[in-house]
């Protein structure tokens, strides 16, 4: 089956995920967590790419990116998993492939699902068990987000300004967000959705995003009335 193209609106922000190959780790120690970050402030100022939110797992990565560029994301993901390769393979005698094919991607609409997004990546540590809560993790940008630390690599979207007036009402704002955990049919939404390179976001963001670039942005509802005396009818008819 041919692979679906992306979808790719500059301005738009997109939740990505980048897998080791067979699910293997990808950062060993703690250079390697660094060199990557490194080059991943690198790949987004090279390539005019806005970071938002990001968290580094053993063996994967998500990313909140806004493209100010058609190319800018894929651009942006291709040099850093060069840096990264050459990197790793070298740091642990290695060679061959270290991520598992493309890259996962999905349209955010931002008034509705940004700030989800966020929560969704940076409470990953927490629902692996790896840590109790997200500001014990450190490879996340919650402790930016949350706390203003300075990382010198995220960028906080307007949905994130509106939280507060001030940098401390912000982030007094967004900590409140993290005080319950999101429920399993928002994180099936958005697991379903960057799998499978859908949209995620409200129906009325999907209708202006498939007018916009004329193709599906979510799958077709199956089944249907089998009963029904229209169905009957066109069954009959497909078989003149």
């Known amino acids: 089956m041919a692979r679906l193209p992306r979808f790719i609106i500059p301005g738009h922000p997109q939740h990505i995920i980048i897998r080791g190959n067979n699910r293997e780790a990808i950062f060993y120690a703690t250079e390697d967590y660094q060199f990557y970050l490194t080059?991943?402030?690198?790949?987004?100022?090279?390539?005019?790419?806005?970071?938002?939110?990001?968290?580094?797992?053993?063996?994967?990565?998500?990313?909140?990116?806004?493209?100010?560029?058609?190319?800018?994301?894929?651009?942006?993901i291709q040099m850093l998993g060069r840096y990264y390769v050459q990197y790793f393979n070298y740091s642990y005698k290695r060679t061959g492939t270290l991520w598992e094919?493309?890259?996962?991607?999905?349209?955010?609409?931002?008034?509705s699902y940004l700030l989800t997004c966020y929560r969704y990546i940076e409470l990953n540590p927490v629902r692996a068990g790896m840590v109790e809560h997200p500001s014990d993790y450190p490879w996340s940008s919650y402790c930016f987000n949350a706390l203003g630390r300075t990382d010198h690599l995220t960028v906080p979207h307007a949905e994130y300004l509106s939280l507060g007036n001030t940098e401390y009402n912000r982030q007094q704002v967004y900590r409140a967000l993290f005080k319950?955990?999101?429920?399993?049919k928002t994180l099936n939404d958005i697991r379903s959705a960057t799998n499978k390179a859908w949209v995620l976001g409200s129906d009325y963001f999907k209708e202006q995003i498939a007018e916009k670039i004329n193709r599906a942005v979510s799958p077709e509802s199956c089944g249907g009335d089998r009963c029904s005396e229209k169905y009957l009818r066109e069954k009959g008819n497909s078989r003149v």
């Open 39 to 76: 080059k991943l402030r690198d790949a987004c100022k090279k390539h005019d790419c806005e970071l938002h939110a990001y968290v580094l797992m053993t063996n994967h990565v998500h990313l909140l990116i806004t493209p100010n560029s058609e190319n800018g994301i894929s651009k942006a």
């Open 101 to 111: 094919g493309r890259y996962k991607a999905s349209l955010i609409d931002s008034s």
């Open 180 to 184: 319950n955990h999101l429920n399993e």
